[in-house]
Antibody, heavy 116, light 107 residues
Framework: EVQLVESGGGLVKPGESLRLSCAAS????????MNWVRQAPGKGLEWVSS????????FYADSVKGRFTVSRDNARNSLYLQMNSLKADDTAVYYC?????????WGQGTTVTVSS | DIQMTQSPSTLSASVGDRVTITCRAS??????LAWYQQKPGKAPNLLIY???TLERGVPLRFSGGGSGTEFTLTISSLQPDDFATYYC?????????FGQGTKLELK
């Protein structure tokens, strides 16, 4: 069974950058499309980005397009999210999620706070 | 983009009640519909995928139905552990979208 552990969250100022990482352990990571989902404080779930198993395709929500970049390293069983030009609206818990049977495996989340 | 609309936003019920949450898609998504349960401070947990298939380990009191653009999540007899927030999600297209959530609270 795959386990996912996110890291890299923290407090940053508007306009700054942050890179999130997600380490996968357990069974095959490279099989599957991987995703980032976020949840602002007190709000619902928002899909952020997806990357296919061989990194052939990446997809982004309109709210982050042009600012965030998703990548993965299958040899290292790792997923990344490079976040640039951060805004206050990006403040959220960010989850790393595997697409197996739908979004079947979630990490515990890492918190990103964007505030001056 | 496909929009997902859940109703109700809040549902008050008692232990033992049968409850149903509805999710409507702005266009047909075939059976590419999942339901998640989330408790405060925790990551969501997949309950149902492909509209009606129970994820391993999910109690049989949970069931999913519908097709095309209208879907339901039914809990046949509420248990204390079921009071949580529920989300639907479409995965027909890569721009995956969630419903806004339904908070199931104790009456």
């Amino acid at each position: 069974e795959v386990q996912l552990v996110e890291s890299g969250g923290g407090l940053v100022k508007p306009g700054e950058s942050l890179r999130l990482s997600c380490a996968a352990s357990g069974s095959t990571f490279s099989c599957c499309t991987m995703n980032w989902v976020r949840q602002a404080p007190g709000k619902g779930l928002e899909w952020v980005s997806s990357i296919t198993s061989s990194s052939n395709y990446m997809f982004y929500a309109d709210s982050v397009k042009g600012r965030f970049t998703v990548s993965r390293d299958n040899a290292r069983n790792s997923l990344y999210l490079q976040m640039n030009s951060l805004k206050a609206d990006d403040t959220a818990v960010y989850y790393c999620v595997r697409m197996g049977n739908a979004f079947d495996i979630w990490g515990q989340g890492t918190t990103v706070t964007v505030s001056s | 983009d496909i929009q997902m609309t859940q109703s109700p936003s809040t549902l008050s019920a008692s232990v033992g009640d049968r409850v149903t949450i509805t999710c409507r898609a702005s266009q047909s998504i075939s059976s590419s519909l999942a339901w998640y349960q989330q408790k405060p401070g925790k990551a969501p947990n997949l309950l149902i995928y492909k509209e009606s298939t129970l994820e391993r380990g999910v109690p049989l009191r949970f069931s999913g139905g519908g097709s095309g653009t209208e879907f339901t999540l039914t809990i046949s007899s509420l248990q204390p552990d079921d009071f949580a927030t529920y989300y639907c999600q479409q995965y027909q297209s890569f721009l995956y979208t969630f419903g806004q959530g339904t908070k199931l609270e104790l009456k």
